[in-house]
C-alpha cells in the first residue's frame, strides 16, 4: 500500500535517525488509515483520526508529526507517484499545536527505580540506551541509530552526522559514558552478530538488522518503576537540565545538545525551586557582607554638600 511504498521509496533517501523517527510515526498511521485508498482519505476522516489519537493520550507534538508525515505522503503522491489525487486531505485539517516543551525532572529516588528495572531486563540495550541518554542528552533516535564508526572512544567523542535540526554535531562522553559505550561494544552478545550499529535488532525479512526497538520495552519499565508519566525525551531534558546545573555556559550546552538557538535552549534550563531559592541566598548574603565591609563614607558626604549647595 501507500504506507509500505513511502517506507520503500522515500524514506531511504533520509538519515537513520529519521527513518527510525518515521518508522513508529507511519505504524499507527497504517493501522487506522491502512485499509483505506488514498483516494477514499478524507479530510473528515484525517480529522477522526486526529481526535482519536489526542483522545488516546498521545500529545499534541507526536499527533502533529504524524499529521506532517501524512500530508507529505500525500505531496508525494501527488507530484511524484502521479496516482492523480485531486487534493491533499490533509492540507485544511487543524494541526495541533506544538505546545509547551515539557520540564519533568527526574528527581534521585526516580532514577535509581528506573536504572534497577532497566539494568535487570533481559536484554541489556535497555539499560544502556537510557543511560547515555541521561549522561550525553542525545536523541532517542540519535543513539539508536549510532553506527560503531561514530563513537571514538580514544578521543572521548560521538559524531553525529545527520540529526534532526539537520546539522552535525560532536559530543564530548565523560568517563561514565565512555564505559557505557566499551561494555556495549564488548559485550559477547555481538561475536555472532554482523552489523555496525551499537544497539540492533532482530533481522528483516532481507536479514539485515535494524536499530534497537526500545518503545514497547521502554513503556514496560516506567511502568514497573512506577513512572508512567515519564517519557524517554524526559532523560534528555534532564541531562540538558543537568549541564546547566555543572556551570557549562549556554553556547557549550547547544554545542552539545544540538540546540539551534538560545531560545531553543530556554526551556531546557529551568533550575529546581530549591536551587533557585538556594542560589538567590548566597547572592544577598553576598550582598550585604559586602555592604558591611564597606568604610563608613557619612564625612565624604557631609563634606560635598557645601559644595553641592554653592
Known amino acids: 500500500d501507500a504506507f509500505d511504498r513511502y517506507e520503500r521509496e522515500v524514506s531511504p533517501g533520509k538519515s537513520d535517525g529519521t527513518r527510525y523517527r518515521e518508522r513508529w510515526r507511519i505504524a499507527p498511521l497504517k493501522e487506522k488509515l491502512g485499509d483505506y485508498s488514498l483516494a477514499a482519505i478524507t479530510p473528515d476522516l484525517v480529522a477522526a483520526y486526529r481526535d482519536e489519537r489526542l483522545e488516546a493520550g498521545k500529545s499534541k507534538s507526536t499527533v502533529r508529526l504524524e499529521l506532517v508525515l501524512l500530508g507529505h505522503l500525500f505531496n508525494v503522491a501527488i507530484r511524484e507517484w502521479g496516482l492523480g489525487l485531486a487534493y491533499n486531505p490533509v492540507t485544511n485539517v487543524r494541526k495541533p499545536s506544538p505546545g509547551k516543551g515539557r520540564d519533568r525532572r527526574l528527581d534521585a529516588d526516580e532514577e535509581k527505580k528506573l536504572l534497577e528495572v532497566v539494568d535487570a531486563h533481559t536484554n541489556p540495550m535497555l539499560g544502556w540506551a537510557v543511560r547515555l541518554a541521561l549522561l550525553t542528552g542525545m536523541r532517542q ?170
Do not use: C
Not at 565512555?178 to 552489523?195: E, G, I, Y
Not at 516506567?222 to 534528555?236: C, M, P, Q, Y
Open 141 to 310: 533516535g540519535e543513539i539508536l541509530s549510532l553506527r560503531k564508526k561514530q563513537v571514538d572512544l580514544e578521543r572521548r567523542v560521538v559524531r553525529l552526522d545527520d540529526t534532526k535540526n539537520g546539522d552535525s554535531r560532536v559530543v564530548p562522553l565523560s568517563r561514565e559514558a565512555v564505559a557505557v559505550f566499551q561494555t556495549a561494544l564488548d559485550h559477547p552478545m555481538r561475536k555472532s552478530v554482523r552489523t555496525q550499529l551499537v544497539f540492533f535488532g532482530e533481522p528483516g525479512k532481507d536479514k539485515r538488522r535494524r536499530p534497537y526497538r526500545i518503545n514497547k520495552v521502554w513503556a514496560e519499565a516506567v511502568k514497573r518503576a512506577g513512572l508512567e508519566d515519564l517519557r524517554f525525551h524526559d532523560l534528555r531534558h534532564e541531562a540538558v537540565s543537568r549541564f546547566v546545573e555543572a556551570g557549562l555556559a549556554d553556547q557549550q550546552v547547544a554545542a552539545i545538545s544540538g540546540h539551534k538557538s538560545m531560545q531553543m535552549l530556554k526551556r531546557y534550563t529551568h533550575l529546581r525551586g530549591e536551587d533557585l531559592v538556594g542560589a538567590l541566598d548566597r547572592v544577598l548574603e553576598g550582598a550585604r557582607h559586602r555592604s558591611a565591609s564597606l568604610p563608613d563614607r557619612s564625612d565624604t558626604v557631609d563634606a560635598l554638600d557645601p559644595m553641592i549647595s554653592n
